[in-house]
């Protein structure tokens, strides 16, 4: 079980020397915030919390960071961990003491914060997983096009209820999309309809103008059309104007199961902001290890010791 404070006497100023690396990275270039987010998010959800994400391949093994639903994590989230690391090991009553995966937690609450988010106590004391494959990344992370259903199951096989899965959703106020990602919502929804009817059709306009057919693969757009650096409920407003990205957005406002909970954080920030620090919280304890033969602490973020 991780909780608060854990490296209280390990390492005192971990927390302050993780943000320290998190505020001087994200000055340099703001995709740190979006990039360490979305792999926390993808760590968790194949192999808990653990790091493995972060695990690079080698000749014998296809790490998780290299199948197709990974490729498109930022690099800079990687290196914000990788730096912390370098950090925290610089001091010497830390070295080698504090876990990646622990790393990883706090730099993802610090980007949070500095884009505008709520701010909240990060639970530590995760140890770093053993293994990390390609294998394993398969039917694990949800994909743009899903419905209601099949998100809500998947999150619920993690012990997120509908509720967070919602406030986490909110994610997609900040960071990119490449175009291929939701190129079927704006040219073959169906034999009938180009574009997909719950699409704000100005909007739909706006999304063929930036990702023409047969756009450079490499096009990334905001995915938040009005305020793509700033975390905020501004994403369930905009699913309120048709204006959520993905099939996967906009459906938690098109499904009448959701859509109150979409109404109701589209009106109130701290409403939203508690449901997602709650909801964050709870995606930190997806699958810790805790205890010596489940994992360990690792010296490289990038290599299975
Ligand atoms: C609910 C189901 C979800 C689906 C289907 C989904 C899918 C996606 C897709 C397809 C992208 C675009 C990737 C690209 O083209 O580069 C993306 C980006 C992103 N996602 Fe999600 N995601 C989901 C939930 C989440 C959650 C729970 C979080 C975090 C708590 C999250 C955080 C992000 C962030 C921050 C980005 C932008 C990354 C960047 O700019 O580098 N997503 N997501
Ligand atoms: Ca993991």
């Given at each position: 079980q991780i909780r608060q404070n854990?490296?209280?006497?390990?390492?005192?100023?971990v927390e302050g020397i993780v943000r320290g690396v998190v505020q001087k990275k994200f000055g340099e270039t703001f995709v740190t915030a979006p990039a360490t987010l979305r792999l926390f998010f993808h760590d968790c959800f194949v192999e808990g919390c653990d790091a493995s994400v972060i695990v690079a391949s080698t000749g014998s093994n296809t790490a998780e960071k290299d199948h197709p639903d990974n490729l498109?994590?930022?690099g800079d989230g990687f290196d914000t961990v990788i730096k912390a690391k370098a950090a925290v090991d610089a001091v010497p009553q830390c070295r080698n003491k504090v876990s990646c995966a622990d790393i990883l937690a706090m730099a993802t609450r610090d980007v949070i914060a500095l884009t505008g988010g709520p701010s909240y106590a990060v639970e530590l004391g995760r140890l770093d997983g053993l293994r990390s494959t390609a294998?394993?990344?398969?039917?694990k992370l949800p994909q743009p096009t899903f419905n209601l259903n099949q998100l809500t199951s998947m999150f619920a096989s993690h012990g997120l209820s509908r509720a967070d899965m919602i406030a986490l959703s909110a994610a997609h106020s900040l960071g990119f999309s490449h175009c291929g990602k939701f190129s079927n919502r704006i040219y073959s929804f169906s034999p009938q309809r180009t574009v997909d009817p719950t699409l704000n059709q100005t909007y739909a306009a706006q999304l063929q103008g930036m990702?023409?057919?047969?756009?450079?693969?490499q096009i990334a757009i905001n995915m938040d059309p009005v305020t793509p650096r700033t975390f905020d409920n501004v994403y369930f407003k905009n699913l309120q104007q048709g204006m959520g990205l993905f099939t996967s957005d906009q459906v938690l406002y098109s499904d009448p199961r959701s859509r109150p909970t979409v109404d109701a954080w589209a009106r109130s920030s701290r409403g939203f902001q508690r449901a997602f620090v709650t909801a964050m919280t709870k995606l930190g304890r997806v699958g810790v290890k805790t205890t010596g033969s489940q994992g360990n602490i690792r010296t490289d973020c990038g290599v299975l010791n």
């Open positions: 854990y490296y209280a006497n390990i390492c005192p100023n498109s994590l930022a294998a394993s990344v398969n039917g990702c023409p057919r047969n756009v450079d693969p």
